[in-house]
């Protein structure tokens, strides 16, 4: 199994709900309307399932089954905003090795992404600290990341403002098209946000953009247990992922987590990347019929010929269907 195959086991082991039967009416409301759910369907080596019809899916919104009418695996470059954490946790009091390892991932991603998939990145800390819009091209960005290769440019106050950068993220896209995805790489630090996780999740949820998180998920990886929490619930119920890198305490320093930048850990960053390209630019997009004024819990199975739902595959997708009006 590879390492992201794991990662998405991992993230997805509380499930939104209890299983349902797949066998099952279709919502018997006369006022259905053709609504898109997006999902990707990954084997045990991070590939993606593509040889699926209509048939091999059933979805649950509000554990009431709704007829899925067309599926069609899609292929196009979406747009993805890179949120990079710059904040004094990413360097740490102990030069911990996260800064090479988030400096690295933004690297891959600009040369392993197609270059027609446009790239955008914010970096924050306590607020938004630089913004390279899709205006300008990748050598802006890479330019940056040369510049600040050794650490992050120092900011005044040790504050994450890491809900604040997601709204932030979701106005740089503006009216976002499906697949467009924001590409966190951060610790998972939150303590300064203007806007509550709740007011986050519901802004992410409402836009259809896709979270995927990079994420140093070291011994306490959030003071805030709660803001940890509806972190990770976010990044699930958007239909994204967390690729976790765990590293290890540090003998005498209180919650310092080190991590080791060798030629293993290179070797799974840029496979993560690969298969985060892979992800975002490919997708399956389910036509299901639904009532146009009914928002909730969605549960998507995938079932084999015969029916049966499949225990060899991951599925990702939006957790919970939110109108753009709600």
């Known amino acids: 199994m590879s390492v992201v195959a794991q990662s998405l086991f991992a993230v997805l082991l509380v499930p939104a709900f209890l299983h349902q039967s797949v066998a099952g009416q279709a919502l018997p409301n006369p006022a259905l309307t053709s609504r898109s759910v997006i999902a990707n369907v990954i084997d045990s080596h ?35 905003v890179v949120l990079l954490d710059v904040s004094g946790s990413m360097v740490g009091q102990t030069n911990s090795g996260k800064w090479r390892i988030a400096e690295e991932a933004v690297r891959d991603l600009l040369s392993q992404t197609e270059s027609n998939v446009p790239i955008a990145m914010l ?87 896709r979270l995927f998180v990079l994420l140093f998920a070291g011994v306490h990886f959030s003071a805030d247990r709660e803001a940890e929490y509806a972190f990770l619930e976010m990044i699930r119920d958007s239909g994204g992922f967390a690729f976790k890198l765990v590293g290890r305490s540090v003998p005498g320093v209180p919650y310092e987590t080190e991590y080791t930048y060798d030629t293993k850990n290179r070797v799974e960053l840029k496979n993560y990347t690969t298969e985060l390209n892979t992800q975002i630019n490919g997708f399956w997009a389910l036509d299901v019929n639904l009532p146009a004024s009914v928002n909730g819990d969605v549960k998507l199975v995938v079932s084999d010929s015969k029916g049966k739902e499949r225990k060899d595959v991951v599925v990702t997708y939006p957790r919970i269907l939110k109108s753009a009006s709600q």
Not at 54 to 74: E, H, Q, S, W
Not at 125 to 154: H, K, Y
């Open 46 to 80: 991070g590939n993606p399932v593509r040889n699926l019809t209509a048939d091999n899916f059933a979805i649950f919104l509000n554990g009431k089954p709704a007829a899925v009418t067309t599926a069609r695996y899609t292929l196009a470059p979406r747009r993805i």
């Open 123 to 209: 970096t924050f800390a306590g607020g938004i600290q630089n913004t390279f819009d899709f205006s300008q091209d990748r050598t802006a960005i890479l330019n940056w990341v040369r510049e600040n290769a050794d650490e992050p440019p120092r900011v005044r106050k040790r504050k994450t403002a890491l809900f604040d950068g997601i709204i932030e993220a979701l106005k740089l896209i503006g009216d976002a098209e499906p697949g467009d995805a924001i590409y966190a790489i951060t610790d998972g630090g939150e303590d300064t946000s203007k806007v509550s996780a709740r007011q986050a999740k519901s802004s992410l949820l409402r836009s259809g953009v």
